[in-house]
């Protein structure tokens, strides 16, 4: 329990490895069978099965809907594989605006990718900072500042969305997409700050010395030493941010109008403006955007069960 | 333990300033003096940020909460007058916020009680499958668990849609009947609570399911062993041995269902767009978000209630945080 989130990162990606320590399962097995009326191997498997259906259903039927042609769509007879195959419903999609006035598809995609790097550049660099000044100094402090970070992680952002709201209305930066970056920056820097303290600590600075007693300047042994241990670390909160911000909606919704929504306002507006016409098309629209958080969700699955245990609550 | 970590990292930071002696008690209150700008440089601009969008308008909030201030006023420019606690008073009282609040810690709790249990389910389950059945179980966990909120609202809306939707198909085939034709499954609030936990319950899962598989694999299997040995039954197995040590992360994950299932905005809100009537639908995010902009205090008493609610419930995980870390 010394570090973060190496060790938690281990503890949830082991099993998977190394099959559960094979040994041990195999005598649990074989004790339990004559012990009494255990499920049976093929009883499990079956389970799997159920579970595995009722995960993927929902995903599945998105995706089907979104190549199935809107005439097949609103029947009675839902068919369960998309068997009249069409592009149309992307084509929909991209190109319709929302709603009379409000933007379309590439513009959305545009401003959710801008706010959402710039919030993971930004959250990178001071919440890096931040780590470093609380993982690597001794300073009085220190922890007051661990405590606070943790506390105003808490701190839930949207019970205050209408005094936020003023505030970035005084700031003249209401409906931009400046305003609605600085809300996503504030609510992924201290969960940002507390997971990467973690993999600072866990590079043991040692390791800077040496590099120091073999003559490299204070500067230089961090940067060719420990950043480049820290570089899985950056990676996996970088894209923890990025999914939260490309993610967000009340904020957006709220902030929001016209040519500037973000995508998740946008899949609202044109959800309620198309729901009775085209299905189909809310469901392209819905895969598009879930595409890339599916894809980046892989990439650090296994550290975010061990990083959201040790200290995050933002969801 | 944190200032023997932390000291020798800290002072190879200024080699070439140390101190010669650095016992003496003289030379550690120079040193803190000279040492501390590095390190506050490096905080400042979290500090900065966190203070202006986090402290500062914690403040504001609480006291526009004890004010009469309204959009006629930013409009106008004058201020708001003070009237005590009537915020309050008014917001438990004279609206339907009490209903609401009774909604969501309801709602609350069936949510985390189901994600919890059946977390723990498919936990022990993934322990007791073969390695390629397990890779399934995960994956499909994890295409649930990364799904937008939104886009999975939107499909399991259409999946119950009145219309066209899967389960009125499917409920009309299996009792070869067409009862379930323009079946509305959301416009009755009770069965909107049932959409509303599958969707919720269907994504909050994962998470619970890999954190408590992650635990289960920490149980020695020796420890197991010798108390199936002794005669434990399997019931007895998981209460007496397995749930000590999975202790800690069960509380952990406890806490933060209660936490984002109390917070849930996204889908109800998503959902009573589809089709719910949102008076009798809300919980505390949408109500506050319906509330609109307009009556900045009686919104800002609602918003300084649910903070102290959620901040009551997050001392909990703050202080697990703190005792397991060492700082």
């Known amino acids: 329990m010394s570090t973060q989130i190496t060790p938690a990162v281990q503890r949830a990606e082991e099993p998977a490895r190394t099959d559960l320590g094979i040994v041990g399962t195999r005598a649990l097995r074989g004790a339990r069978r004559p012990g009494g009326k255990r499920l049976s191997r093929a009883g499990y498997a079956a389970i799997a099965i159920v579970v595995f259906v009722c995960s993927v259903f929902p995903v599945y039927w998105m995706v089907n809907m979104s190549f199935t042609p809107p005439n097949k769509i609103i029947s009675r007879n839902p068919s369960l594989l998309p068997l009249e195959f069409t592009w149309k419903n992307y084509v929909t999609a991209w190109t319709r605006e929302a709603a009379p006035g409000q933007t379309d598809f590439p513009h959305a995609l545009a401003s959710s990718l801008g706010v959402a790097i710039t919030v993971v550049i930004v959250c990178a660099l001071f919440a890096f900072l931040a780590s470093i000044a609380i993982a690597r100094f001794a300073f009085r402090g220190r922890i007051v500042f661990i405590v606070s970070v943790l506390v105003v992680q808490m701190v839930p952002g949207e019970a205050m969305m209408f005094t936020i709201y003023n505030m970035v209305d005084d700031w003249r930066l209401m409906n931009t997409l400046v305003g609605l970056f600085i809300v996503h920056l504030a609510s992924v820097v201290p969960f940002t700050i507390w997971t990467l303290r973690g993999f600072v600590k866990g590079v043991p600075a040692d390791l800077e010395e040496a590099a120091q007693i073999d003559g490299c300047t204070k500067p230089q042994a961090f940067w060719r030493v420990t950043f480049p241990l820290l570089a899985p670390g950056l990676v996996s909160t970088g894209i923890f941010a990025f999914i939260q911000s490309w993610n967000e909606f009340l904020m957006a919704l709220l902030f929001l109008k016209g040519y500037n929504l973000t995508l998740p306002p946008w899949l609202n507006s044109f959800q309620s403006a198309t729901e009775a016409t085209n299905w189909g098309a809310v469901m392209a629209g819905s895969t598009l955007i879930a595409l890339p958080v599916v894809i980046f969700f892989l990439f650090v699955q296994g550290r975010m069960t061990g990083g959201l245990v040790s200290g995050a609550v933002k969801g | ?327």
């Open chain 2, 1 to 327: 333990m944190s200032a023997t970590l932390t000291e020798p990292d800290a002072a190879p930071r200024t080699p070439s300033s140390r101190p010669p002696g650095i016992p003496g008690t003289t030379s550690a209150g120079r040193r803190r003096k000279r040492q501390p700008i590095t390190p506050w440089l490096l905080l400042a601009p979290s500090i900065v940020l966190l203070g202006v969008m986090v402290v500062y308008p914690s403040i504001v909030m609480v006291i526009n909460s004890f004010t009469n201030l309204e959009i006629k006023n930013k409009m106008l420019g004058t201020p708001a007058d003070f009237v005590g606690f009537d915020n309050y008073i008014e917001v438990f009282t004279k609206s339907d916020f009490p209903a609401v609040l009774a909604r969501s810690l309801g709602l609350m709790v069936v949510l985390t009680a189901l994600i919890i249990v059946g977390g723990m389910l498919i936990a022990l389950l993934m322990t007791k499958l073969a390695k390629g059945w397990r890779l399934l179980v995960s994956i499909g966990l994890l295409l649930a668990w990364a799904m937008p909120p939104l886009s999975a609202t939107v499909v399991w809306g259409w999946i119950f849609d009145t219309q066209y939707g899967l389960v009125n198909w499917f409920l009309n085939t299996l009792t070869g009947t067409n009862d379930f034709n323009s079946h509305s499954w959301l416009i009755d609030p009770w069965s909107f609570m049932m959409v509303l936990t599958i969707i919720i319950v269907w994504q909050g899962i994962p998470f619970a399911a890999f954190t408590f598989y992650a635990g289960l694999s920490q149980v020695p299997d020796e420890v197991l062993e010798a108390s199936q040995l002794d005669g434990a039954n399997a019931r007895q197995r998981f209460r007496l041995i397995v749930m000590p040590y999975l202790r800690n992360v069960v509380t952990a994950v406890l806490v933060l269902e209660t936490i984002w299932n109390l917070r849930i905005f996204t889908q109800v809100y998503a959902l009573q767009q589809q089709g719910g009537i949102a008076s009798e639908t809300n919980v505390l995010g949408t109500y506050l978000f319906r509330q609109g902009l307009g009556e900045f205090g009686v919104t800002a008493a609602i918003g300084v209630f649910m903070v102290i609610l959620l901040m009551g419930i997050s001392y909990f995980n703050v202080r697990n945080t703190l005792k397991e870390e060492e700082l």
